[in-house]
């Protein structure tokens, strides 16, 4: 923050590692000068930025690509302490400096070495051809304020701070308290590096404040997080006052829906299955991207069951340090309370057919200290049912919902009222055509997942920056990644009007939107 650490004067709040309640770090409870971070973010960090072309902010962003990828032992220890496997723990470090080779090589690729970002050809409007019109886009004179989430605090800083720096303005990054300490090891690597430009990125750690109050018309500000947080902001008086541009990535009941073709025998049956149990237990279920309503066809309701449980009846629960687990713990006791009250909503209206949240067993680790749930399956005979679509428990819970045809698939998966993500398991082209037209307004991001491209596939869970992340109505409204579109988000695209003389030199200037 402004250009060093800064020490607080409090003692802070612990925060402690899910598995063992040992404290890992401290953290803050004194509000910062936000008027000060914002200033100099706009006036140190967007000046030097924007001394800086596309090709060499796409540059740094590969050079910083490579030096936090010789720290990945560090990262991925402290990353344990969250609560992550190893293989959680590739997922939000190997993928978070992934996306920042990405943008580095996108940039390169796609965006001129120098000059503005233009947006379509000139267009003439007067008959004799002396007037008309071209469209550009130039970096916000602000900064990007990014709000992230608890359950991936190095890849949802990362795929924030990459777009916004290859537009040209910076960062200033708050990470959510209990897993703040990981972006923070993340952050002080980034700074030693040398590679960024002076105020390009802040970090704040501590109460948000008076922070929102700070904002111009020229600030952005990103936020994954809650749907409640979301709309808390989105309608504070500063945000509307001055029409700040507001991106909310927010939870959603994102849903799964199998194919009447997938029969047991099927390939497309058991790469449902996998798929079902992974996004249960990856994170422990803490994505907001994980399966929540998984639907089938009601005549293949009893096999699904079945062949889930029996499944997840092999996850080994305990402390992610050990390599004969499969899945960690929540985040925090809190988180776990949490979780288990919205479970106890669910199973008023479906019963539990896998997981006891009172008795399992764990491995290496104590079920009286950690955060500790098992993979929790639950089936919900009538799809009327309210709680299922309305709902959600933001830890390995899943529920099964059948349907009887496409359309009543894609009434039921609209029921959650816009998701982030959504999978259709077929190999039927008719079906998969059908729910692909009748979910796609409901939904961000839609996987079609078949025998043809599974070795392939990404995964339904999985928020690559290749395709756009974000969603309707509860799942926010908002929309990160796509490739360029999102360096688009953090820039203004006005029409300059004039002489074709005139606007043909804009597009090789490099004093507009360098």
């Known amino acids: 923050m402004l250009g060093g650490w800064q020490t607080p004067a409090d003692t802070g709040r612990p925060l402690y590692d899910p598995t063992t309640c040992a404290e890992v770090a401290r953290i803050s409870t004194s509000p910062l000068d936000y008027r000060a971070v914002l200033d100099y973010a706009r006036h140190v960090g967007g000046r030097e930025l924007r001394k800086l072309n596309y090709a060499e902010r796409a540059h740094i962003l590969k050079g910083l690509g490579k030096k936090l990828s010789e720290h990945l032992d560090d990262f991925h220890s402290l990353s344990t302490k969250t609560g992550a496997t190893k293989s959680d723990s590739r997922v939000d470090v190997d993928g978070g400096i992934g996306v920042l080779f990405f943008y580095g090589s996108r940039g390169m690729r796609e965006l001129p070495e120098s000059g503005p970002l233009l947006d379509g050809d000139i267009e003439r409007i007067g008959k004799s051809g002396t007037f008309g019109v071209r469209h550009i886009y130039t970096p916000l004179t602000g900064a990007a304020v990014q709000i992230n989430a ?212 764990l491995i290496d680790a104590e079920p009286e200290q950690g955060a500790f749930l098992p993979p929790l399956l639950l089936r919900c005979a009538d799809p009327n049912a309210h709680a299922p679509h309305q709902v959600e428990a933001f830890g390995p819970v899943s529920t099964l919902i059948p349907y009887e045809s496409a359309a009543r698939a894609v009434e039921l998966a609209a029921r959650g009222k816009g998701s982030l993500a959504g999978s259709i398991v077929s190999y039927d082209s008719d079906f998969v055509h059908d729910v692909v037209l009748g979910l796609a307004p409901w939904h961000g991001r839609l996987l079609v997942l078949d025998r043809d491209d599974a070795d392939e596939s990404t995964g339904h869970g999985s928020a690559i920056p290749h395709a756009i992340h974000g969603g309707p109505g509860r799942a926010g409204g908002g929309e990160e990644l796509g490739g360029i579109r999102a360096v688009l988000h953090h820039m203004q695209r006005t029409a300059i009007q004039g002489s074709p003389t005139v606007l043909e030199r804009l597009a090789h200037s490099s004093l507009i939107g360098a």
């Open 150 to 361: 608890f359950n991936f605090p190095v890849w949802g800083m990362l795929e924030k701070f990459a777009p916004a720096f290859l537009a040209g303005v910076p960062s200033v990054v708050k990470p959510a308290s209990q897993t703040a300490y990981l972006s923070a090891l993340v952050v002080r690597h980034i700074t030693e590096s040398g590679l960024l430009p002076e105020g390009a990125l802040q970090l704040i750690c501590a109460p948000p404040g008076d922070l929102v109050e700070q904002f111009t018309g020229q600030d952005l500000l990103s936020v994954t997080g809650s749907a409640a947080t979301a709309a808390r902001l989105r309608s504070h008086p500063a945000i509307v006052r001055n029409a700040v541009r507001f991106n909310s990535q927010a939870d959603s009941l994102n849903c799964s829906i199998l194919g009447p073709d997938a029969l047991p025998d099927t390939p497309e049956f058991d790469l449902y299955i996998s798929q079902l149990v992974t996004e249960m237990t990856v994170k422990a279920g803490q994505r907001c991207t994980a399966i929540r309503r998984a639907l089938v066809p009601r005549n293949l309701l009893d096999p699904v069951t079945d062949a889930v449980s029996a499944r997840l009846a092999r996850v080994r629960v305990g402390n992610p340090a050990s390599d004969d687990v499969d899945m960690g713990p929540l985040v925090s006791l809190q988180h776990r309370t949490d979780v288990r009250s919205a479970l106890a909503e669910l199973r008023l209206e479906c019963q539990l057919v896998q997981g006891d949240p009172d008795k399992f067993e």
